[in-house]
C-alpha cells in the first residue's frame, strides 16, 4: 500500500537503509566479488543509498549542492542537443528499435560526458553499468560475478583517475562539482566515497533513466489517443511524464532492514529481516490513485507517485532524469509521426531484474515530420 510504502522509507529508526549483512546474502559468490574489488580496486565507502541520519545527511547536504535546479536548467540546452543528435541518427529511416538506439544512449551519452568520455564510448559506458548492477540484478555464477568486478574495477580506475584531473584542474562537470563539493570548513569526499557515488550516478543515472524512456514510448504506442492529446497540447508532455512514472515505474522497488522487531498490516517482522518497498505497487494503489489500472495522463495527482522514492532518500537526480525525459518526448512530438509497433514483443517484454524495469527492445514504425517553416 502506498501508505505502507511512505512508512518504511520514512521511518529510518525502524527500517534502516544499511545493509544487514544477513542470511542468503554472504554466499561464496559474493565473497568472490567483494574480495577482488578490494584487492583490484577500491571498496566503495556507505554514501547516500546506504547510510541513514545523521551519516546520510551530509552526503545530502554535499550532493545538494551538485544537483541544484539552476545547475539541471544549465544543462537543459545540451540535453535536448544530444536528444535531437541521437534522433538524427535514425530519423529519416522511418524505423529504429527505440531501446538501443534512443533510451540507451541518450542518457549514456549525457553522464559519459560528465564524466569525460567521448560519446563513441558508449558501449564502454554502458557495460560499466552493467557490471555495477549485475550483483543486484539476479543470482550470478562465480565466473560472471568475477568478470562484473573486472569490469567495475576498471571503471573505478578510469574514475580515480579523472577524479584526480578535476581535483587540480577544475571544469564544469558533475565529476568536478563532487570533487569540489565541500565547503571550506569541510571535509572532501574520499576516493572511496567518491568511487561509490559515481556508482550510485551511473545506475541510477542511467539505466533507470532508460527504463523510463522506453515505457514512455511503450505507452505512446498502447495509447494513441493520449498521445494524441499531447500532440494536440504538448504542455500536456509534464504530467505524461508523471503518469508513466506512476504507471510502470523503471524502479519497481528498493530494500530496507527492519531496524527492530515491527509490524505491517498485522504481519509481525523480526529485527534484520530485509522488507522491499515496492514503488510499483505504491503507484497503483487505489486508495490514493482512482482507477490506478487506467493510463490517463490527465490525472491530477500523478506527480504524487513515489517511482523517485520518498523522504530523505528521494532521488537526488530527479530532476535531471525529468530534464531527459522532457527532451526525448519533445523530439518525439516534434520530428516523429504515426508511431506504430514494427515487430512483436516478446510475452516478456523485460529483461528479468529484481528492482529494474529494463525492456529488451522496442522496434518503431514512423514517419519523420517536416521541419516548421
Known amino acids: 500500500k502506498y501508505d505502507d510504502v511512505r512508512t518504511v522509507m520514512t521511518d529510518p529508526t525502524v527500517f534502516s537503509s544499511q545493509p544487514s549483512g544477513g542470511a542468503g546474502r554472504q554466499t561464496d559468490i559474493v565473497k568472490a566479488h567483494a574480495d577482488y574489488m578490494a ?24 550532493l545538494g549542492r551538485v544537483f541544484t535546479n539552476r545547475r539541471v536548467k544549465g544543462m537543459a540546452p545540451r540535453i535536448d542537443e544530444i536528444a ?20 540507451l544512449p541518450m542518457p549514456g551519452i549525457f553522464i559519459a ?31 560472471e560475478a568475477l568478470a562484473a568486478a573486472a569490469t567495475e574495477v576498471e571503471a573505478q580506475h578510469f574514475m580515480a583517475n579523472e577524479f584526480e584531473k578535476r581535483r587540480a584542474n577544475p571544469t564544469d562537470d558533475l ?14 569526499f574520499t576516493m572511496e566515497e567518491l568511487q561509490d557515488l559515481m556508482h550510485q ?37 509534464p504530467n505524461f511524464i508523471e503518469e508513466s512514472l506512476r504507471f510502470d515505474s523503471p524502479v519497481a522497488g528498493l530494500w530496507r532492514v527492519a531496524a527492530c522487531p515491527t509490524s505491517i ?11 522491499m518497498a515496492r514503488y510499483a505497487a505504491a503507484n497503483r494503489d487505489a486508495d490514493q490513485f482512482e482507477e ?28 535531471l532524469a525529468r530534464q531527459e525525459l522532457l527532451s526525448v518526448f519533445q523530439a518525439v512530438i516534434e520530428r516523429m509521426d504515426n508511431l506504430s509497433l514494427g515487430e512483436p514483443l516478446d510475452e516478456q517484454p523485460h529483461e528479468f531484474s529484481f528492482f529494474l524495469r529494463p525492456m529488451k527492445q522496442l522496434v518503431l514504425n514512423f514517419t519523420s515530420k517536416e521541419p516548421a517553416t
Open 113 to 143: 560526458e560528465q564524466l569525460g568520455l567521448e560519446a563513441s564510448q558508449i558501449d564502454v559506458f554502458k557495460s560499466w553499468a552493467e557490471a555495477m548492477l549485475a550483483m543486484s540484478q539476479r543470482v550470478l555464477t562465480l565466473d
Open 84 to 103: 535531437n543528435m541521437v534522433m538524427d541518427q535514425f530519423i529519416d529511416q522511418g524505423t529504429c528499435e527505440w531501446v538501443s538506439e534512443m533510451a
Open 39 to 62: 584487492t583490484h580496486g577500491w571498496v566503495k565507502a556507505r554514501t547516500l543509498q546506504r547510510t541513514d541520519p545523521p551519516v546520510h545527511t551530509r552526503y545530502r547536504k554535499l
Open 175 to 188: 565529476i568536478s562539482a563532487l570533487v569540489h563539493a565541500h565547503g571550506d570548513d569541510e571535509e572532501p
Open 201 to 237: 550516478l551511473i545506475t541510477g543515472g542511467f539505466e533507470t533513466t532508460t527504463a523510463a524512456l522506453s515505457t514512455g514510448m511503450w505507452l505512446l504506442l498502447r495509447y494513441p489517443e493520449q498521445q494524441q492529446l499531447i500532440r494536440d497540447d504538448p504542455s500536456l508532455i
Open 265 to 275: 498490516r498485522g504481519i509481525d517482522i523480526d529485527k534484520g529481516q530485509p522488507v
Open 292 to 319: 490506478p489500472g487506467r493510463f490517463d495522463i490527465m490525472r491530477a495527482n500523478a506527480n504524487s507517485h513515489v517511482a523517485f522514492g520518498v523522504g530523505n532518500h528521494f532521488c537526488i537526480g530527479a530532476a
